[in-house]
């Protein structure tokens, strides 16, 4: 995931959005060597209701919709919002999606070189995920293990529609005046409903005009699924100047949290408690800041090619390895290919940000 606008560095943004990627990079080890994700263990310890990975794209949503809020509200201009947060996602997507098609598909295909390079696929596949579009997954002749995820290229991409759509909603909120905390509130409201309510069933009858509405309310659930992650931090950045961030509150949220697995509401409850407690881990004055950026911000590069790192793996294992080889050599190149990205790509564009005015300061109380 994108994570958000660069933030002051006396928080641990930076470490948990690390840990948010090595989550995701984790649980698809194994969905990538086993096919399956029924052995990974958050999917044992709450009972199948989620995976970890699961949790750190949640916990991405989260830290983007604070740090979202934050952009709009110093920078108050669509177009300069707009910049920053094209720059934060597209130059370092582009190359990866140029990286998969051109790089690693060839090396993969069972297709002659000068074949592969005929067939539309490769330059769809760029053009569609570069406009957030996931509908070409697959690449001609392409085939990394023989399970349920051996055909696609890169797993991890889907998120960012929903990512860029909220940023969206960020500015439209901004843009008439209702980026407020009751607005926020009532997005989180929404947003839970969507995760714990199944989307309204079109019926078997009906004329064009109802089928384009049902349609729509589906999207708009399919949107709302992710909505609460992101409206959280939306919230919890309003409330900043507050006690929000109070450790009775922390406490609150983890007795929640294991409550929610015995009572099968751990994604229903998740913005509540996970979301909230890796923020108030983040803001936390007492927990000196680490320092997860020394190398660079490297989470959205592990994130972006982390499953095409672990596809490639185990193709070079002959299609069989165990998860935990594929977790650490993905890891491994996946945070060799994000140090590139970051240093040629990512750290370049984003000095082309139009500059942003100082925020007002609150002291989050993170006691």
């Known amino acids: 995931m994108s994570g958000a606008p660069a933030a002051p560095r006396d928080n641990n943004f930076d470490a948990l959005r690390l840990l948010a990627a090595i989550s995701v990079i984790f649980s698809h080890s194994f969905l990538i060597a086993q096919g399956t994700q029924d052995h990974e263990p958050l999917i044992w310890l709450t009972g199948n209701q989620s995976i970890l990975g699961l949790c750190g794209v949640f916990v991405f949503f989260a830290i983007s919709g604070y740090l979202v809020t934050q952009s709009w509200e110093r920078t108050a201009s669509a177009p300069r919002y707009l910049m ?21 598909a060839p090396l993969v295909t069972t297709l002659p070189l000068a074949d592969y390079l005929a067939r539309p696929e490769p330059y769809l596949y760029v053009a569609g995920n570069a406009a957030l579009s996931v509908k070409v997954h697959e690449l001609p002749g ?11 290229i890169n797993g991890s991409l889907w998120t960012l529609y929903y990512e860029f ?6 500015m439209a909120l901004g843009l008439t005046r209702l980026l407020n905390v009751w607005i926020c509130l009532l997005l989180v409201a929404f947003g839970m409903v969507c995760v714990g309510v199944s989307a309204p069933a079109a019926p078997q009858a009906s004329g064009f005009l109802a089928a384009k509405i049902f349609d ?6 399919d949107v709302g699924w ?3 992650f992101f409206a959280i931090g939306m919230v919890l950045y309003k409330l900043r100047g507050t006690r929000v961030f109070d450790g009775r509150v922390a406490l609150a949220a983890v007795v929640l949290l294991v409550a929610s697995i015995f009572i099968r509401q751990f ?12 923020l108030w881990l983040a803001l936390n004055p007492r927990i000196p ?6 190398w660079g911000d490297l989470s959205y590069g592990l994130y972006i090619y982390g499953w095409p790192s672990e596809q490639l793996v185990i193709w070079l294992k002959g299609g069989h390895a165990a998860w935990w080889q594929v977790f650490g050599a993905g890891l ?6 994000a140090f590139v990205s970051w240093h040629v790509i990512e750290a370049r564009a984003l000095r082309l940000k139009p500059r942003t005015r100082p925020a007002p300061a609150f002291a989050a109380n993170a006691g």
């Open 142 to 152: 392409v085939l990394f293990v023989d399970n349920q995820v051996g055909l696609v």
């Open 226 to 228: 992710l909505l609460s």
């Open 332 to 337: 491994l190149l996946a945070g060799a290919l």
């Open 165 to 170: 759509l909220m940023y969206l909603m960020v």
């Open 267 to 278: 994604i229903l409850l998740f913005p509540l408690t996970g979301c909230y407690l890796a």
């Open 84 to 104: 920053k947060r094209c720059l934060r996602i597209f130059p370092g997507l582009i190359v990866a999606l140029i990286v998969s098609a051109f790089v690693l």
């Open 289 to 294: 800041p680490l320092r997860a950026a020394r």
């Open 216 to 221: 729509l309310l589906g999207w708009l659930w």
